[in-house]
């Protein structure tokens, strides 16, 4: 997806979605334990950096596939797409759409779906989350952001979903709710579009990969060689500080497992 010149392979896809799949469970296993342990939304200023926010919410569909299929709930994700790259914490942006898709989960009826688009508006990308839950009348298009008062019908989420948008604000984003023409709500996430990569020149980066499994090697070789770049692999630690010192690489990728990093320690 990130190279529309070479589309991936039948085979490809299925490999990545098997990756995508078991790291989307594993970040919202570290996702809701860090909520915990901090007790919300957690506070001060956040560390912007580029994210793709495609992958991001990927992750978040993939994590909660189990749980959409629980309540028979169809969850679509948005198809692959080239360029929708935020400015973000990348601790924090996964926090976001995972909310919102679970707050859609909960009030949508069994059989219906939850339905996401992803779109670019300017400088601005924006997620919108279709649910099919049904909205009381009367209520206000501001009401799930109201603190949590016991008399909302869409539920427990609603202090969620103010915090999340106090989140999204203190990344220079925006949440907004509206009607669904057909029944439930529509919540649009924009962020700040992060600029085009650029190259400081026209060599090639130089990435020192140090790790002891082949396979993992072998996989990193290929990721490389699709991205343009020139990776050196070391399978040991001391084998890695010398080539660190030999080649002053541009990136170094370090296994943390006991025989690198130890060794390196």
């Not at 219906?112 to 992803?118: A, D, I, Q, S």
Request: aromatic share 2%; with cysteine.
């Amino acid at each position: 997806a990130d190279d529309p010149a070479n589309p991936l392979t039948a085979r490809q896809i299925q490999s990545v979605r098997q990756i995508e799949a078991a790291a989307g469970v594993l970040l919202a296993l570290i996702e809701e334990t860090e909520a915990f342990m901090t007790g919300g939304d957690g506070g001060g200023s956040p560390s912007l950096h580029r994210v793709d926010l495609r992958l991001a919410l990927r992750q978040v569909c993939d994590g909660l596939e189990a749980q959409a299929r629980e309540a028979g709930v169809t969850l679509a994700c948005p198809p692959p797409a080239h360029g929708l790259c935020v400015m973000a914490d990348p601790s924090q942006i996964r926090r976001i759409p995972r909310r919102l898709v679970e707050n859609a989960l909960r009030h949508s009826p069994g059989g219906g779906k939850v339905r996401m688009e992803m779109s670019r508006a300017e400088d601005r990308i924006v997620i919108a989350i279709h649910d099919a839950g049904m909205i009381p009348v009367g209520a206000g298009d501001d009401r799930p952001f109201r603190p949590l008062d016991g008399r909302d019908a869409r539920g427990g989420t609603a202090l969620g979903v103010a915090s999340v948008q106090r989140l999204t604000e203190r990344m220079g984003g925006a949440l907004t709710m509206a009607r669904n023409p057909g029944a439930g709500a529509i919540f649009s996430l924009s962020l700040p579009a992060a600029p085009a990569p650029g190259l400081a020149s026209s060599r090639q980066a130089v990435v020192l990969y140090i790790e002891d499994n082949p396979a993992n090697i072998a996989l990193m070789r290929q990721a490389a060689s699709g991205l343009g770049l020139t990776l050196h692999a070391a399978t040991t630690g001391p084998e890695g500080l010398d080539l660190s010192r030999a080649l002053r690489p541009d990136v170094i990728l370090l296994d943390i497992g006991c025989r690198t990093w130890t060794a390196m320690r």
